[in-house]
DNA sequence: GTCTATATCGGGATAGAC
DNA sequence: GTCTATCCCGATATAGAC
């Protein structure tokens, strides 16, 4: 990564620190919390210049959220290259991606916003847009551990993706919360509840011998 | 409950009107996008006798806030008398708390923003207090269902709670994105999902033989 | 491109009459 | 308890000089 050098770019590449700015105010106290005035000292900049720049508030925090997207997209690669058999796989991705999101927690939160606040316009449309693609390759992945024979046939590879996205993002969320709940003891051990959450679901939709008891396949 | 006579108290009753102007505009719009103009407007009052009643925005909100909690704790009563066995029960408690939450949208809405804006002061300590009563009833039922041998002994009842409760909440705060995602034939049928989803923790939380290959009890 | 200064507007909260 | 009128402040956005 290219460090910018402040003697040849003082201010040249204030789009850059703007956005920067933005997308970290953005996420950590939600838009209308986030003023102006503030992206602007933030920035090292005047408001003047963000304005300049961006000439509306929606603008930037379109802009911001976007680029908060991007940053979510990388973390799927590298499951896609890693081998191993397909539960050791799928573990490894609950693991990854719950991994990511605490990490990136501001990115993750900015996009969960979002989704949460459901205006028919704003959110959904820029959502579904950063999603399907993200989504449709772990569809794509769990059918192929679908097609190695690793899950049973009759289960949709969209439910299950949609129940691994789940789990994670509820923990995601509620960890806060969790955590002054009684008797939640993995609050703070994502890697334990993402193991938990995996063999509950290795054994409910592994092919092979199941203990169905009264269920007619 | 009784119904009240608007002749005989055309105004006097302004406490009522207010709070339920705002819990709706709350739900809906959010905190910072609800001013105290538009709450007195909707609950035909003075913004000056809102603030005659309550005196901040702030207490408005905690106010609505509660109430919202306490139609939500009405739900889980209805489970606890339910009969059948263990799954059977899970798998009506899955349902009428997702069709509760999303004939409620609003409230569970309000509720879940506090969730995801986890500032610590705010939301965090209410949530506690409100969760705490519910969540602590799941898990003693779940934790009944396991003593009477429906689960595995070796499994956490608190996490089992945690997974009815994170799967059902992703459905409904997603059920927009989800809507418009590929493949996602069940985002309009909750109570498929809700099958769907027992189905897998039944085959794989249950007692009795097991597909454990690779395990070692 | 960048700044200082300013216009304009809306929201929370209060004063005081009825 | 309820109203009208008002204060005060901060936020978006603009004007115009450098």
Request: charged share 25%.
């Amino acid at each position: 990564m290219p460090v910018s050098l402040p003697s040849t770019e003082p201010s040249g590449d204030s789009v850059s620190r703007i956005l920067a700015a933005a997308k970290d105010l953005f996420a950590r106290h939600g838009y209308d919390h986030v003023s102006m005035n503030a992206v602007a000292g933030a920035a090292g900049v005047s408001k003047a210049n963000v304005f300049h720049h961006f000439k509306s508030k929606d603008e930037l925090y379109i802009r911001s959220l976007s680029q908060a997207c991007e940053a979510s997209r990388s973390s799927l690669d590298a499951m896609e290259e890693g081998d191993g058999d397909a539960w050791q796989r799928i573990r490894r991705f609950v693991d990854e991606h719950l991994d990511h999101m605490l990490s990136h927690s501001r990115d993750s939160r900015l996009i969960l916003r979002e989704v949460v606040e459901n205006c028919p316009g704003t959110g959904q449309r820029l959502a579904q847009e950063v999603f399907r693609d993200n989504f449709n390759r772990l569809v794509a992945i769990i059918a192929e551990c679908q097609r190695e024979g690793a899950l049973r046939p009759d289960l949709d590879p969209v439910f299950i993706s949609t129940l691994l996205l789940g789990a994670n993002v509820f923990f995601f969320q509620s960890q806060e919360v969790m955590r002054h709940l009684d008797g939640v003891d993995f609050a703070d051990e994502p890697s334990r509840y993402g193991a938990m959450f995996v063999d509950i679901l290795m054994r409910g939709a592994a092919s092979g011998p199941v203990a169905n008891e009264g269920e007619k396949p």
